[in-house]
């Protein structure tokens, strides 16, 4: 069974910083990509962004492309969300998300598990 769990969302002025973690288990993390959404109040989950471990290199949305960045901790099995220079439109509920389909994956049906999400505010 595949688990994802988040971490790390909370309050933050514009221009701050928070690092989102999601955790996995080592099983999940060797075979799965993981990538991250979020979803607004009212709008559609979007794409923010997916850490290709297979080929090494990491994808963004072109909304966060050069404020966010994707890590990952082999040893811990966990990725990370980086956010910075963060915005009022950035606040929603952030989501952690694997897919076995490989290569970059952004579209959310593309995703076969879900973790319980991290809400993100950031006031102006």
């Known amino acids: 069974q595949v688990q994802l769990v988040e971490s790390g969302g909370g309050l933050v002025q514009a221009g701050g910083s928070l690092r989102l973690s999601c955790a996995a288990s080592a099983r999940t993390f060797s075979v799965y990509e993981l990538g991250w959404f979020r979803q607004a109040p009212g709008k559609e989950r979007e794409f923010v962004g997916i850490?290709?471990?297979?080929?090494?290199?990491?994808y963004y949305a072109d909304s966060v492309k050069g404020r966010f960045t994707i890590s990952r901790d082999n040893a811990k099995n966990t990725v990370y969300l980086q956010m910075n220079s963060l915005k009022p439109e950035d606040t929603a509920v952030y989501y952690c998300?694997?897919?076995?389909?490989?290569?970059?994956?952004?579209?959310?049906?593309?995703?076969?598990?879900w973790g319980q999400g991290t809400r993100v505010t950031v006031s102006s």
């Open positions: 998300a694997a897919t076995g389909r490989g290569g970059i994956r952004t579209d959310k049906d593309e995703y076969d598990y």
């Open positions: 850490d290709n471990w297979r080929e090494t290199t990491t």
